[in-house]
């Protein structure tokens, strides 16, 4: 079982800055670059939602409208690591954000749907608040 784990959250104002990073854990380091990468977040009281999507060559990138032109996927080959770059933070952005990935490659109709989605990691704590 692929274990995934994710970093880079915390406590940042209004209009700040953070990076999120996804590494995979398990016997192979490179493992991660074998799949296509997810992100979602889970607001207090609120169900988990879809942010965006980046495939395994890095040659599909979707986003969620509420975080277009904020966020950013991206992958790092050498690194075997996903992030997202998320700036101009709001307070509603407040969430844990965990990463997910697929072995099914991720398209308009589907990058957002959850069930497509084999291993998910813990999670990793963001608060925007001033």
């Known amino acids: 079982q692929v274990q995934l784990v994710e970093s880079g959250g915390g406590l940042v104002q209004p209009g700040g800055s953070l990076t999120l990073s996804c590494t995979a854990s398990r016997f192979d380091p490179y493992e991660l670059d074998a799949y296509h990468v997810g992100w979602f977040r889970q607001a207090p009281g609120k169900g988990r939602e879809a942010i965006s999507s980046v495939s395994k060559s890095a040659g599909r990138k979707y986003y969620a409208d509420f975080v277009k032109g904020r966020f950013t996927v991206s992958r790092d080959y050498a690194k075997s690591t996903a992030y997202l770059q998320m700036d101009n933070l709001k307070s509603e952005d407040t969430a844990i954000y965990f990463c997910?990935?697929?072995?099914?490659?991720?398209?308009?109709?589907?990058?957002?749907?959850?069930?497509?989605?084999?291993?998910w990691g813990q999670g990793t704590q963001v608060t925007v608040s001033s």
């Open positions: 997910a990935i697929r072995t099914s490659m991720p398209g308009s109709s589907d990058w957002w749907d959850e069930r497509e989605y084999e291993y």
